[in-house]
């Protein structure tokens, strides 16, 4: 792994950008692994700011999400095929055949996932896959539990997930209680990871994924056996190299 700290934010989103901007720029038909929440709503401001210049296009991009809700119509604000319309699809001119998010709404579940799954094996590996990280070091929505699953499925949110994300919700109720993401396997296959954590709040569970044992409890800390594996943070950890 490769720790970048930045001083601000704002230093890390356009370093953030810079970085995905230059897969694509090296490989105009590049396949992104995309995330959403707070995390990457600046990232993509900037990504946005660099397409408005004319300084990159997204025509032959494509694009796989990581996750989606269960049960919440796309036409949700809180969507996450409707935050990656906002913040980043609306205003860049990939295709939209080429942007894919899960289908949460889809009446089979389970021949959803297999369907995301087998897109992704056509299409990949995914050259850069970003991701964020929760309190309780999920990628994606795996969550910690006693296994983790290889393959794209359906998930129960944890009850300190749906919290985390009740802040985008009117109350508790109205979030979500499952997810279809990305599995494990799928992540891993990525060609490059970029791992973006900000805020102090999470230098203890990314000190857990940098230094910490290898464990399905901490989702995030398997990215240590990943061999292209990008972290740019703006909290106060070190990266042991050594015990
Ligand atoms: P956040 O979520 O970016 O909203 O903090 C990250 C995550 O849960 O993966």
């Given at each position: 792994?490769?720790?970048?700290?930045?001083?601000?934010?704002?230093?890390?989103?356009?370093?953030?950008?810079?970085?995905?901007?230059?897969?694509?720029?090296?490989?105009?038909n590049?396949?992104?692994?995309?995330?959403?929440?707070?995390?990457?709503?600046?990232?993509?401001?900037?990504?946005?700011?660099?397409?408005?210049?004319?300084?990159?296009?997204?025509?032959?991009?494509r694009?796989?999400?990581?996750?989606?809700?269960?049960?919440?119509?796309?036409?949700?604000?809180?969507?996450?095929?409707?935050?990656?319309?906002?913040?980043?699809?609306?205003?860049?001119?990939i295709?939209?055949?080429?942007?894919?998010?899960p289908?949460g709404?889809?009446?089979?579940?389970d021949?959803?996932?297999?369907?995301?799954?087998?897109?992704?094996?056509?299409?990949?590996?995914?050259?850069?896959?970003?991701l964020?990280?929760?309190?309780?070091?999920?990628?994606?929505?795996?969550?910690?539990?006693?296994?983790?699953?290889?393959?794209?499925?359906?998930?129960?949110?944890?009850?300190?997930?749906?919290?985390?994300?009740?802040?985008?919700?009117?109350?508790?109720?109205?979030?979500?209680?499952?997810?279809?993401?990305?599995g494990?396997?799928?992540?891993?296959?990525?060609?490059?990871?970029?791992?973006?954590?900000?805020?102090?709040?999470?230098?203890?569970?990314?000190?857990?994924?940098?230094?910490?044992p290898?464990?399905?409890?901490?989702?995030?800390?398997?990215?240590?056996?990943?061999?292209?594996?990008?972290?740019?943070?703006?909290?106060?950890?070190?990266?042991?190299?050594?015990?």
């Amino acid at each position: 792994m490769i720790l970048h700290k930045f001083k601000t934010q704002a230093d890390l989103d356009r370093a953030a950008a810079d970085l995905i901007i230059s897969v694509v720029r090296s490989k105009t038909n590049a396949v992104l692994g995309m995330a959403t929440g707070g995390t990457p709503v600046g990232l993509y401001k900037e990504i946005v700011k660099t397409y408005q210049q004319g300084l990159i296009s997204f025509k032959e991009a494509r694009t796989f999400n990581l996750d989606e809700y269960v049960g919440l119509p796309v036409t949700h604000p809180e969507s996450y095929r409707a935050f990656m319309q906002r913040n980043l699809f609306d205003h860049i001119d990939i295709k939209p055949e080429n942007t894919h998010v899960p289908n949460g709404n889809a009446p089979d579940i389970d021949a959803e996932c297999r369907r995301y799954d087998e897109m992704l094996y056509q299409q990949g590996p995914v050259d850069l896959q970003l991701l964020g990280i929760g309190h309780n070091g999920h990628i994606g929505f795996n969550e910690p539990d006693t296994e983790l699953s290889r393959f794209t499925y359906k998930v129960t949110l944890k009850e300190d997930t749906r919290e985390a994300n009740k802040r985008f919700f009117n109350s508790l109720d109205e979030v979500p209680t499952h997810a279809v993401t990305m599995g494990m396997g799928t992540i891993m296959q990525a060609k490059m990871i970029l791992l973006v954590v900000k805020g102090q709040e999470k230098a203890e569970i990314l000190d857990r994924t940098l230094n910490g044992p290898i464990t399905t409890q901490v989702p995030a800390s398997l990215l240590q056996t990943h061999p292209r594996v990008i972290v740019m943070t703006d909290c106060d950890v070190q990266y042991k190299v050594s015990h």
